[in-house]
């Protein structure tokens, strides 16, 4: 079982008898709103790689992580949850045999639910119950490999999968009781399923797959960043046909958009990398219904990022203004947050989180109190992979 305590600055830990002992060291370095927690576990052989976080309507926060073990003759990682209260405490956890789950965590009335395969590589909804994490039921979403799960504004749940039949990327949209409405197949043209699968089992590059939606006056339709006509894109779709209206393209799979966030009309937030670099455009003028090289969207460097920077974009509303978060990490060990008014489009200053490991950004949330949650991973001496959570109250940002 997965042991919470609060650390800032100084991970002090131990190796002794081939067993990993930490000295737990606890500080008060936020107000009483908020706090910082990395959960450890003593086995050597379990990588814990945070994926998503929700906050619980009845109160604390349920995040998710791929597990692997390295002594498993399963390559894949398996599924762990664990339910924490408002002060970040772990109340419970529960471990599942689905494998490789996608990364967002879906609110489905008063059940969570996440995208995972099982060991054919078929894609499943399993739904659980927050108050304990027993499992209430499971569907099969008749597609393989999934990447990543976006639940819409309406309530449908898209998809994003890999079919190694036909080297597509597969898209699939579903209703609340998850029959399937609509689906799509974007042709790669080569075969990338030992990427896909190292991506998958967390041996390989750590592509940046995600699904959102956008609604301006070309129509209201979902991006979709996945592999396309041999590169990775950020694809325009129509929302009812899930037909490529647009797209924005780069070269291969050493460029591409780690972020994207619509901010108003036709012009759209991103972050993207070339060659390990990375770089933001605040405000992009992008038409939904063409193909654009992400070339000619030239955007200011973010040297202090780590290679191919994982960014997490969201839109915080507050009582007084809305903002735009860029979250990632940098090559010095922090978690950094750039905070952009969104009109006129201005940086208005950067948050900082420091620490002794590395560490990577994988989700941010609004919280109910106005502030974020920030779900990220930490490397214990280096080299074991442990989840973090960071609650940060309002007040910073206004």
Not at 86 to 113: C, F, K, Q
Not at 173 to 200: C, G, M, V, W
Not at 308 to 323: G, I
């Amino acid at each position: 079982m997965l042991n919470a305590f609060i650390k800032h600055i100084a991970i002090l830990c131990f190796l002794a008898a081939g067993i990993l002992s930490c000295n737990i060291k606890q500080e008060e370095i936020l107000p009483e709103d908020g706090f910082t927690k990395i959960y450890n576990d003593p086995e050597e052989v379990l990588s814990y790689y945070a994926e998503s976080v929700v906050e619980l309507s009845s109160g604390g926060y349920l995040f998710i992580s791929a597990v692997k073990d390295e002594n498993a003759e399963i390559e894949y990682p398996t599924t762990y949850l664990v339910r924490t209260s408002a002060s970040g405490e772990v109340e419970w956890t529960m471990s599942y045999d689905w494998l490789a789950p996608s990364s967002r965590l879906i609110e489905h009335g008063n059940s969570i639910g996440f995208v995972a395969m099982n060991q054919q590589f078929e894609a499943h909804v399993v739904l659980v119950d927050p108050s304990n994490g027993n499992v209430q039921s499971e569907h099969d979403l008749e597609m393989t490999m999934p990447l990543y799960a976006y639940t819409d504004s309406d309530g449908y749940l898209v998809v994003l999968g890999y079919d190694f039949i036909s080297r597509s990327s597969w898209i699939s949209k579903f209703s609340a009781d998850f029959t399937l409405e609509r689906s799509n197949k974007l042709p790669i043209n080569t075969d990338l399923e030992y990427l896909i699968q190292r991506h998958l089992n967390k041996t390989g590059q750590d592509f940046h797959f995600f699904v959102g939606e956008y609604s301006n006056e070309a129509g209201t339709g979902y991006y979709v960043n996945c592999f396309y006509n041999y590169t990775l894109r950020t694809v325009f779709m129509d929302v009812s046909s899930l037909s490529a209206t647009g797209d924005i393209y780069s070269f291969q799979i050493e460029e591409g958009i780690s972020s994207f966030l619509p901010i108003s009309g036709q012009v759209f937030g991103l972050t993207s990398y070339y060659e390990g670099n990375n770089y933001i455009i605040p405000e992009a003028e992008i038409d939904v219904n063409s193909s654009q090289n992400i070339k000619d969207l030239p955007g200011d460097p973010l040297y202090e990022l780590t290679f191919k920077a994982p960014v997490a974009a969201m839109e915080l509303n507050t009582e007084t203004n809305d903002y735009a978060l860029y979250t990632s990490q940098t090559n010095s060990n922090s978690i950094v947050m750039y905070q952009h008014q969104i009109e006129p489009d201005s940086l208005l200053r950067t948050h900082h989180h420091y620490f002794d490991q590395r560490v990577m950004v994988t989700d941010v949330i609004q919280t109910s109190d106005g502030g974020v949650a920030i779900l990220a991973g930490i490397y214990i001496l280096g080299k074991y992979p442990r989840p973090l959570l960071i609650k940060m109250p309002v007040d910073p940002f206004i």
